[in-house]
């Protein structure tokens, strides 16, 4: 999965007998009364994790649902945490983001008295994005800026180490006149959703002008892009 080889790893379920149907068929009839394999549940989070990848969160979803309820009977945190962040993932996918940020706060309140990390980490950059909305939205926001803390520490290193230097210079010139705007409205507490009905566009396309103000000013998250904006004050 990491390598992007999706059809070996294909492949690999077919060996092991991997499918929506089998998983339907393994959880459905005795569901909280025989207790399913350990192992075979992480197998069916691979299974929709790659779904998820393949652009079908439908079908991860058709996997997660009862897998996250086996879990959650059986008393399996691991397995519930790491399954409603995939749900949340999945709902993302198909751009509901209510659902998403609901999946996301249960496998909150499941991994914070434990101090998960890594597997909200390991889910890469549309958890992160998935966790700042979380945090916009003022949802357990102790734990969540811990886990964006973690982010910054795998991509750049171990704390204390400096990540790549950023941009040698950014502009007005640089940013457009609504890349600006978007600017002063992340220097806020306003969510993507407020700062979209502030500007009158669509959220997605609040999203695509957040990403394009990161690569453009080297950052990674609000937090950075206000500090660098101040900086260079375009703010």
Same mark, same amino acid.
């Given at each position: 999965m990491a390598q992007g080889d999706f059809t070996a790893l294909e492949r690999w379920m077919e060996r092991r007998d991997l499918t929506i149907e089998g998983v339907a068929a393994a959880l459905a009839p005795h569901e909280g009364q025989v207790p399913p394999d350990y192992v075979r549940q992480i197998e069916y989070a691979a299974l929709a994790r790659l779904r998820i990848a393949r652009q079908r969160p439908d %079908?991860?979803?058709?996997?997660?649902?009862?897998?996250t309820r086996a879990a959650e009977k059986l008393g399996w945190n691991g397995v519930a945490i790491e399954t409603l962040a995939l749900q949340a993932l999945a709902f993302r996918a198909q751009g509901d983001v209510e659902q998403a940020?609901? &999946?996301?706060?249960?496998?909150?309140?499941?991994?914070? /008295? $434990?101090?998960?990390? @890594? +597997?909200?980490?390991?889910?890469?950059?549309a958890m992160a994005d998935l966790l700042r909305e979380a945090a916009a939205q003022g949802i357990a926001l102790e734990y969540v800026n811990k886990l964006l &803390? &973690?982010? %910054?520490? *795998?991509?750049?290193?171990a704390l204390g180490q400096p990540?790549? /230097? /950023?941009? *040698? @210079? &950014? $502009? +007005?010139? +640089?940013? $457009? %006149?609504? %890349?600006?705007?978007v600017l002063r409205l992340l220097n806020t507490s306003l969510s993507s959703t407020e700062m979209a009905d502030e500007l009158v566009v669509s959220v997605n396309t609040v999203r695509t002008h957040v990403r394009s103000i990161y690569s453009k000013l080297g950052v990674h998250s609000r937090y950075k892009a206000v500090a660098r904006a101040r900086e260079l004050n375009l703010i």
């Open positions: %079908e991860a979803l058709e996997i997660l649902l009862p897998t940020l609901d &999946a996301l706060e249960r496998a909150l309140a499941l991994g914070e /008295p $434990s101090g998960y990390v @890594r +597997t909200f980490v390991d889910e890469g950059g &803390a &973690a982010f %910054e520490v *795998a991509e750049h290193g990540g790549p /230097p /950023p941009q *040698a @210079r &950014a $502009s +007005t010139e +640089t940013l $457009s %006149e609504r %890349e600006l705007e």
